[in-house]
């Protein structure tokens, strides 16, 4: 006799298109309903893609048609727009209320830098002469390092009474990070839909406030969190940090196509570690090899929006808890320059 259990393990062989994780764990299987080995399946997704929902609905017929002895199997798909909004202007506007603009940076890797750019980026921002209002929201479950760079590592966030977290605020910018959950040693065992659900309690159960932008700090790669997200909240537009190396640049191609495939515009690529300028003769080093981003940029179409030179004031304003964008050095005034650029390409 075929149980719910046979069908679930069925769909959890059906992963999203573009993504390694299946359709079970992201929560989007509603109902099962089993009369005999009869089947109807609920699925439920936001995407204004039709090749998607045409393409779960096919594997996930294939997949339990396979199972010995089944019947008449019917997938039925309930499509939602991607959450949205558009303003009188035409512009979108982000689906967190009070929120105008949120800005996604990624990275195909770790360890390039993603969110030593991203606390830089929010800082920068919120320097701008209109006084922005900035949020950054730390995606990363498994490495939240934004508490360490905005010196909040002890930092708790209390909850107002209908239980919305209250988010830390440094230097300016509210602050929310799973780093305020953790006890220092505790390992961050997260995984599957408990990480949906806690990126969610980030997006939409973190009293923002009025923003101009919110940051997501995502984690490195293509996986669950970043489609979590992406169905969670219209992000308006993607960075993507990358380092001149072959081996970063073919990671950064593939969170570019990633952000396709949820129709998220990327904003442009930012060069991390592109080279380092010596103090004592001031000749550039181009230590990770030279001009990758730019011939990354050009080859997927999108411009190349910062160059971030190797050193050791970025180095130690992350870890002082002063991000380096805070100061006037020449980085300081690059991740100025990448603040204009963001805010032009959104306006
Ligand atoms: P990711 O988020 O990609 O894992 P991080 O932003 O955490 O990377 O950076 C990893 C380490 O590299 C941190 O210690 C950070 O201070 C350092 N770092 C990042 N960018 C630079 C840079 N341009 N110059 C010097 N150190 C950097």
């Known amino acids: 006799m075929i149980n719910d259990k046979d069908i679930l393990s069925a769909l959890e062989k059906v992963n999203y298109p573009g993504f390694s994780r299946n359709i079970v764990s992201f929560g989007l299987v509603k109902s099962i309903s089993l009369d005999e080995n009869d089947v109807e399946v609920?699925?439920?997704?936001?995407?204004?893609?039709?090749?998607?929902?045409?393409?779960?609905?096919?594997?996930?017929?294939?997949?339990?048609?396979s199972i010995p002895g089944i019947g008449n199997v019917k997938i039925n798909l309930e499509i939602k727009n991607p959450p949205e909004q558009v303003n009188e202007n035409g512009i979108g506007q982000s689906s967190l209320p009070g929120v105008k603009n949120i800005i996604a940076v990624?990275?195909?890797?770790?360890?390039?830098?993603?969110?030593?750019?991203?606390?830089?980026?929010?800082?920068?921002?919120?320097?701008?002469?209109?006084?922005?209002?900035?949020?950054l929201c730390d995606c990363d479950l498994y490495g939240p390092s934004i508490p360490l760079m905005f010196g909040q590592e002890s930092a708790r966030p209390m909850a107002t009474d209908e239980n919305e977290i209250i988010p830390i605020e440094a230097h300016g910018i509210k602050l929310m990070s799973m780093g305020f959950l953790l006890d220092d040693n505790s390992p961050v065992i997260v995984r599957?839909?408990?990480?949906?659900?806690?990126?969610?309690?980030?997006?939409?159960?973190?009293?923002?406030?009025?923003?101009?932008?919110?940051?997501?700090?995502?984690?490195?790669?293509?996986?669950?969190?970043?489609?979590?997200?992406?169905?969670?909240?219209?992000?308006?537009?993607?960075?993507?940090?990358?380092?001149?190396?072959?081996?970063?640049?073919?990671?950064?191609?593939?969170?570019?196509?990633?952000?396709?495939?949820?129709?998220?515009?990327?904003?442009?690529?930012?060069?991390?570690?592109?080279?380092?300028?010596?103090?004592?003769?001031?000749?550039?080093?181009?230590?990770?090899?030279?001009?990758?981003?730019?011939?990354?940029?050009?080859r997927l179409g999108v411009p190349l929006i910062g160059q971030i030179p190797i050193e050791m004031p970025t180095r130690e304003a992350g870890d002082s808890g002063h991000p380096?964008?805070?100061?006037?050095?020449?980085?300081?005034?690059?991740?100025?320059?990448?603040?204009d650029k963001i805010i032009s390409s959104l306006s």
């Open 42 to 65: 609920l699925i439920e997704l936001a995407t204004k893609d039709p090749a998607i929902p045409q393409k779960i609905h096919n594997d996930s017929q294939e997949s339990i048609n």
């Open 192 to 298: 599957g839909p408990l990480a949906t659900r806690y990126t969610q309690q980030f997006l939409k159960g973190c009293m923002w406030g009025e923003l101009d932008y919110l940051i997501l700090d995502l984690p490195p790669g293509t996986g669950d969190i970043q489609l979590t997200i992406a169905q969670s909240v219209s992000v308006d537009g993607a960075v993507i940090v990358t380092t001149p190396q072959e081996m970063a640049l073919i990671d950064a191609r593939k969170a570019t196509s990633m952000f396709a495939k949820v129709n998220v515009p990327i904003i442009g690529i930012i060069e991390n570690m592109s080279y380092f300028q010596c103090p004592s003769d001031g000749e550039k080093y181009p230590i990770f090899g030279e001009g990758g981003g730019e011939r990354e940029a050009a």
């Open 106 to 135: 990624a990275s195909g890797k770790g360890g390039v830098g993603k969110s030593t750019v991203a606390a830089n980026i929010a800082v920068a921002l919120s320097q701008t002469d209109n006084n922005l209002n900035v949020g």
């Open 324 to 339: 380096v964008a805070l100061g006037d050095s020449i980085t300081a005034k690059e991740f100025k320059n990448i603040a």
